[in-house]
């Protein structure tokens, strides 16, 4: 069978959703296709697998970026998921939605029913969280999102000392939204991750009407008239092609999505004519408009254990492993991003504007590609993060070569717009004031690597510029908007210029919401499945 209803292009965080939602009724044939393997692997199905899965090429397109001007002309590593659920895969765990703003600023940008309270039902629908513990699911067919605050490391208590004291907003149970400092909730189920595959697709899967291809790279979108029809793709070596009768949804994310595009001849045209490609929509917004969390670590010592003490002694990681076995529970079942939440760098802020991650564990990458969370630092110790929820500067995607297996060009552009250094300073001094909070100073086993109320503001900048790097959350390179100049799609996630073809994943968002993309991604790709089933 070579012809269906629907192709989804994309096995991830939001093509799983399409998938089980377009196929759902039984009425509509639906293939799904995806370049990486399947997910049944131990490191991804692990929550503390991530820092296995971070440089592994087997489930991991492992992007780079071009020399960074604006971060010391550094190379910035990027990974994206290349295996079922995408990057809900390889993911740190976190589940957040940002803040309302954040999607009331989408619906102000023109697209008519993106604010937060029309997409709340969404959240809702698919939400299965789950207090205090690994109890059975009450849903296999939602995303199961734990509150597993109980076993987070009870340094956390100094922290929330540290919050009072600052009169900084806590809470001591899990929150997926608001002020403050909190612990964060995690996407597993029973003590194994809940990526969007094993929520969405497992069932799906079954059903006769959904067709699942792995290992199978989709290179080009073939036109006719004006509509697109069809996809090739590659698997084993062979060429194939497969047409839709409907739609072709795009979900291969925001490195992908606008990759395939241009080497489809949509996009910039001036961009196709110089690769040799025929321009079928000369659209110049494919590929631009790329925002991203630029986040640094700052690294303390602690006088106590931490994470470092179980993941870094062969020992406590055997206990540790064994307690993962026998009852899916511990320092293997859980995130490194412990704590955290959206803050005000300072009281005047218009609105939340840091995202703090606070983990009880450090880890420095000795060497390039390697990163494994099984090997932290020798020292007990603890991370201060911080990421700017709204950063200006924009980025772009752009084929290098009309090759389809060469990597896109990624340009990050980070710290281009002034405002951005300017919340460096605002955010890293927050940080500053936390470090002297007299339950932190209890904690430290000597001074830390950064006094950020001690270093002038040319260092605290020299310092990010040297040592910053992605928080993993691109997104808005083929972005939702009322009209073509300024947009790819519209608010209906179809694609200017050709029809029976939308994008639906993070590459639509108008803007960068405030934390982990991962929610509003899947909340995106259920109101992407009514708008398709309604069309």
Known sequence: MTTFDYIIVGAGS????????????????VLLLEAGPSDRRFWVRTPIGYGATFYDPSVNWCFDTEPEAGLCDRVIYMPRGRVLGGSSSINALVYHRGQKDDYDDWHRAGNKAWDYQSLLPYFESFEDVIINGYHPTKDASKLTIT??????????????????????????RCQMLGEGIYPYFITTRNGTRCSSSVAFLVAAKKRPNLKVMTDTRVTGLVTKS????????????????FSAQGEIILAAGAIGSPHILQLSGIGPGALSQFYGIDVTCDQPNVGKHMQDHLGINYFHKANRPTLNNV?????????????????????????????????RATPDAPRLDTQLYINPITYRVAEPRRRRLTKPDKEAGFIFSFNACRPHSTGSVSIKSPDPMDAPTISGNYLDDHRDLEDVIRMARFIGRMQHSRPVQQVLASEPD?????????????????????????????????????AVVDADLRVYGVDRLRVADASVFPNITSANINAPTIMLAHKAADLILQS
């Open 147 to 172: 509150d597993v605050a109980d076993q987070y490391h009870p340094i956390k208590t100094a922290f929330f000392e540290m919050s009072q004291e600052l009169q900084i907003p806590h809470k001591e």
């Open 14 to 29: 939001a093509g799983c959703v399409l998938a089980d939602k377009l196929s759902e009724n039984g009425r509509h044939s």
């Open 226 to 241: 004006g509509c697109a029809v069809a996809v090739t793709a590659v698997q084993n070596g062979q060429s194939q092609i």
């Open 311 to 343: 993941l870094g002694s062969w020992p406590h990681l055997m206990l540790a492993g064994l307690n993962y076995i026998m009852r899916r529970k511990g320092p293997l079942s859980l995130g490194v991003n412990q704590l955290g939440g959206l803050v």
């Open 450 to 486: 950064c006094d950020l109320l001690a270093m002038s503001d040319d260092a605290i900048i020299d310092d990010f510029k040297l040592r910053s790097g992605t928080v993993f959350h691109p997104c808005g390179t083929c972005r939702m908007g009322p009209d073509r100049q300024h």
